[in-house]
């Protein structure tokens, strides 16, 4: 029996249609579904010790990562957000740790030596634009400072050369510059260091407080941070030569540990604005805040 050309065409609109539908359904149900740009890795105290965790931007589909009997924090994601860099206490002491996006493949890539010349520790990871290498803070000899590496592991190279306390890099979206901060003047402030030239910038002056944990914007033009010089934690905002520094938060709560969207359009950040520590977005000029988690638990360190 001849089937009309029109019969066929209908048939196979009906079963690319059941297809696609299918597809959908199944994406539905995926936890890890939604594109890794919508998802946000953040530390979330089990009622034992801080894990890893990630889940979409609206707070739902939450899976956890990492389970042991150790601490598991400061997640970052990879630029194309195919790894996740993170800090763990696993071995006996804090090394940076790789994972994919679904929690598998958990690996080392710092050293594990604790003698002269080797890290005692390394903590907050810090992606390069390429996502090809590693800034991260080290105790080594006794000082904390900043390094770089390859994200698989080599060797460490120095970037910062004081005798304070340097700590929380950040790479700038061009690659030429690490922001950071400092004990160097007695008080934590904001610094960047020019790696081809070969010398660090101040771009914070507050005595007596602390500026802490900046961040660059996707277009290497502003970098944010938290601040205590109003007398409590407050998420700012700064030009990425340290000009028009003003606050993004104003509240009697702790804000603190901002992280830009891909755009550079919003603000991801964790306060204690609702009694405990919860993870909040708002708009890059500080408008509609509002919660993504609300719990029980203390979330902390978010990335996206």
């Given at each position: 029996?001849?089937?009309?050309?029109?019969?066929?065409t209908a048939w196979k609109i009906v079963f690319l249609t059941f297809?696609v539908v299918a597809a959908v359904v199944v994406a539905m149900n995926?936890?890890?579904?939604?594109?890794?740009?919508?998802?946000?890795?953040?530390?979330?105290?089990?009622?034992?010790?801080?894990e890893l965790f990630v889940m979409n931007v609206d707070g739902t589909?939450?899976?956890?990562?990492?389970?042991?009997?150790?601490?598991?924090?400061?997640?970052?994601?990879?630029?194309?957000?195919?790894?996740?860099?993170?800090?763990?206490?696993?071995?006996?002491?804090?090394?940076?740790?790789?994972?994919?996006?679904?929690?598998?493949?958990?690996?080392?890539?710092?050293?594990?030596?604790?003698?002269?010349?080797?890290?005692?520790?390394?903590?907050?990871?810090?992606?390069?634009?390429?996502?090809?290498?590693?800034?991260?803070?080290?105790?080594?000899?006794?000082?904390?400072?900043?390094?770089?590496?390859?994200?698989?592991?080599?060797?460490?190279?120095?970037?910062?050369?004081?005798?304070?306390?340097?700590?929380?890099?950040?790479?700038?979206?061009?690659?030429?510059?690490?922001?950071?901060?400092?004990?160097?003047?007695?008080?934590?402030?904001?610094?960047?260091?020019?790696?081809?030239?070969?010398?660090?910038?101040?771009?914070?002056?507050?005595?007596?407080?602390?500026?802490?944990?900046?961040?660059?914007?996707?277009?290497?033009?502003?970098?944010?941070?938290?601040?205590?010089?109003?007398?409590?934690?407050?998420?700012?905002?700064?030009?990425?030569?340290?000009?028009?520094?003003?606050?993004?938060?104003?509240?009697?709560?702790?804000?603190?540990?901002?992280?830009?969207?891909?755009?550079?359009?919003?603000?991801?950040?964790?306060?204690?604005?609702?009694?405990?520590?919860?993870?909040?977005?708002?708009?890059?000029?500080?408008?509609?805040?509002?919660?993504?988690?609300?719990?029980?638990?203390?979330?902390?360190?978010?990335?996206?």
């Open positions: 029996m001849q089937i009309h050309p029109n019969t066929k297809f995926n936890p890890f579904a939604t594109s890794q740009e919508e998802q946000v890795v953040f530390t979330q105290f089990d009622g034992n010790d801080f589909g939450i899976v956890q990562l990492t389970d042991n009997d150790t601490n598991d924090w400061a997640g970052a994601w990879s630029p194309d957000k195919s790894i996740i860099a993170f800090r763990s206490e696993r071995d006996g002491n804090a090394r940076i740790f790789l994972m994919n996006p679904d929690g598998s493949n958990q690996r080392a890539v710092t050293p594990f030596d604790i003698t002269i010349g080797g890290p005692e520790y390394t903590n907050s990871p810090a992606w390069s634009p390429a996502g090809t290498q590693l800034a991260f803070e080290a105790y080594v000899n006794g000082n904390w400072d900043i390094y770089v590496m390859n994200a698989e592991g080599g060797s460490m190279t120095r970037v910062t050369f004081d005798p304070a306390m340097d700590s929380g890099p950040s790479w700038s979206p061009d690659g030429r510059h690490i922001a950071f901060h400092s004990l160097r003047d007695n008080y934590f402030d904001i610094y960047v260091a020019h790696m081809a030239r070969g010398y660090v910038q101040r771009l914070t002056f507050q005595p007596s407080t602390m500026d802490v944990f900046p961040v660059w914007s996707p277009d290497g033009q502003n970098i944010i941070f938290h601040s205590e010089r109003d007398g409590n934690s407050e998420i700012y905002i700064m030009g990425s030569n340290g000009e028009n520094q003003h606050a993004l938060t104003n509240n009697a709560a702790l804000d603190r540990v901002p992280r830009f969207n891909s755009d550079g359009s919003e603000i991801l950040f964790r306060s204690e604005r609702n009694g405990d520590s919860e993870l909040f977005i708002m708009n890059v000029d500080g408008s509609d805040v509002r919660a993504i988690t609300n719990n029980g638990s203390r979330d902390m360190h978010p990335d996206w």
